[in-house]
């Protein structure tokens, strides 16, 4: 969930986090490689004998992009090779951090360094901005496809 301040009247959208809990597509996996943290986007990758979906992180803004990493309070601090994590998929609207500009309806490409989202250039389109982002850091709504 986001932040909570006294006399807030709303809620600071988080990275990581899904916003429509009750749609989407989510999937329990298994981390292979490298840490990961929320807000990454990851592929499928293969495991002898594995029983469930293994996931790693892209390498390039091209790979195959199977989902993004849902944000979980009790892994603020990432997740190890062999744990299970949750991952959004398909229509899922999640928090992302923005590496720059990024106009509301663009589609959006994975920024490898950092976990952000930019405006699709040259790599594979995750999904579409629906609030926009003014400058790198803000976080913004994206519907992922």
């Known amino acids: 969930?986001?932040?909570?301040?006294?006399n807030q009247f709303g809620v600071?959208?988080?990275k990581g986090q899904v916003k429509n809990p009750d749609k989407g597509i989510r999937i329990e996996?298994?981390?292979?490689?490298?840490?990961?943290?929320?807000?990454?986007?990851?592929?499928?990758?293969?495991?002898?004998?594995?029983?469930?979906?293994?996931?790693?992180?892209?390498?390039?803004?091209s790979d195959k992009v199977f989902g993004m990493v849902k944000y979980e309070s009790a892994k603020a601090n990432g997740y190890k090779a062999g744990d299970m994590v949750t991952i959004a998929r398909h229509f899922s609207i999640i928090g992302c951090e923005a590496n720059g500009a990024i106009e509301a309806g663009a589609e959006v490409e994975a920024v490898?360094?950092?976990?952000?989202?930019?405006?699709?250039?040259?790599?594979?389109?995750?999904?579409?901005?629906l609030t926009p982002a003014t400058v790198k850091g803000d976080v913004i709504l994206v519907e992922l496809v």
Not at 112 to 129: F, L, P
């Open 112 to 129: 490898i360094d950092g976990a952000k989202v930019a405006t699709k250039s040259n790599g594979t389109v995750i999904g579409v901005a």
């Open 1 to 6: 969930m986001g932040e909570l301040v006294l």
């Open 12 to 14: 600071t959208d988080r």
């Open 29 to 61: 996996a298994l981390v292979k490689g490298e840490d990961l943290v929320y807000g990454d986007c990851v592929k499928l990758t293969h495991v002898d004998g594995a029983k469930l979906p293994v996931v790693e992180k892209i390498a390039t803004a």
